[in-house]
């Protein structure tokens, strides 16, 4: 691999490619300045549309989008059109977000062929998100060829998690030669925050420890000591732990079974059932939290249970997350829900008083941005820190490639 020069102040090309969509942002890893940010949805079907925003404004476009070759066709014309000019404006990198790294990736990585090959061989471990990522990466190879193409893994920061948080306690042969274990996932945003988390409370990262709830439609919580994931709540799959928008989270692993034995519930009923309409679809018929959160102020009943099952979860989450850490330091809420719902931290918070945490309602109501959302006097610190994983993916490039 030729480890050409790469200029530090390049900005990095984040792609962020699923199956039927295409996120992209082309941002500064120095400053986290982002020139240009865009969307291309329903790759595949013939109603196609591509979103390309700079200086606040937003570019749509309508058009069939064949596959992920025309996504990023559209991608270069919409950078050609509106800007900023790729020729003026080079990026010195293209970081790919990839959902699951296995046990092999622990960090990022420069990819090559040997690093696809590896890639595909991990489809099994997330079929829904894998392909999706890998066929992105094929493309911009070829739509970039000359740019280092980086490689960074959702399940990478938590590869630091001991034997004891990852070991499921199931058969040894399927541990051994299947590889079932705790992964994780959401690890750029828990890397992210937890990082900012140390520096709003002005305290070196290795002296510590944090509990991050990242709550948007999917959801983890991490336990990050010094920095380092300990532990988190996501396992094999994104399906295990927190409620999410139509993901269960934690479940009693007789289901399936008692399922199939009582129904004639198939597996792919049951994988179908969990990832699409469990969570808040399945507790209350949406799996928005705005609607979830306006439905309870209304007084609907299945909402407000939909609400108190998150919260349930959430502080059973954080108070196990708190004794695995030993010494808590703070906690931090972030992604869509986390960063916007004041509802939710505060009931989460109110619960969270033999933690030492005590909560400050009007700065937790007023909260825009990074905020402290407890009392000056609260033990343990409690924040808002808006996650930016594009950043840290671009982060995560620059650093790899002034090093490689
Ligand atoms: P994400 O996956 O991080 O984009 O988060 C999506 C989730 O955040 C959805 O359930 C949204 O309903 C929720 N969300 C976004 N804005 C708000 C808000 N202002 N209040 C409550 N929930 C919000």
Known sequence: MPSDPVDPAAPVLVINAGSSSLKYQLVRADTGQSLATGLIERIGLDDGSARHTVDGTDHVTEQEVRDHAAAFELLTVQFAEHGPDLRETAPGAVGHRVVHGGAKFASTVRIDDEVLETLRRLVPLAPLHNPGNIAGIEVALETFPDLP????????????????????????????????????????????????????????????????????????????????????????????????????????????????????????????????????????????????????????????????????QLVRHLGSSALVLGRLDAVAFTAGIGENSTELRAAVLQRAGLLGIELDADANATARGETRISTTDSAVAAFVVPTNEEWEIAREAMQLLAHS
């Open 149 to 312: 193409q980086v490689a960074v893994f959702d399940t990478a920061f938590h590869q630091t998690m001991p034997a004891a948080a990852f070991t499921y306690a199931v058969p040894l042969a399927w541990r051994q030669t299947l590889n079932i274990r705790r992964y994780g996932f959401h690890g750029t945003s828990h890397a992210y925050v937890s990082r900012r988390t140390a520096e709003l409370l002005g305290r070196p990262l290795e002296e510590t420890n944090v509990v991050v709830l990242h709550l948007g439609n999917g959801a983890s919580s991490c336990a990050v000591e010094g920095g380092r994931s300990v532990d988190t709540s996501m396992g094999l799959t994104p399906l295990e732990g927190l409620v999410m928008g139509t993901r269960p989270g934690d479940l009693d692993p007789g289901l399936p079974a008692h399922l199939s034995r009582v129904s004639g519930l198939t597996l792919p009923e049951f994988d179908h059932a969990l990832n699409k309409e469990s969570g808040l679809k399945g507790l209350a018929g949406d799996s928005d939290f705005r609607a979830i959160e306006q439905r309870r102020a209304d007084g609907d009943e299945e909402a407000t249970l939909a609400f108190d099952v998150v919260v349930q």
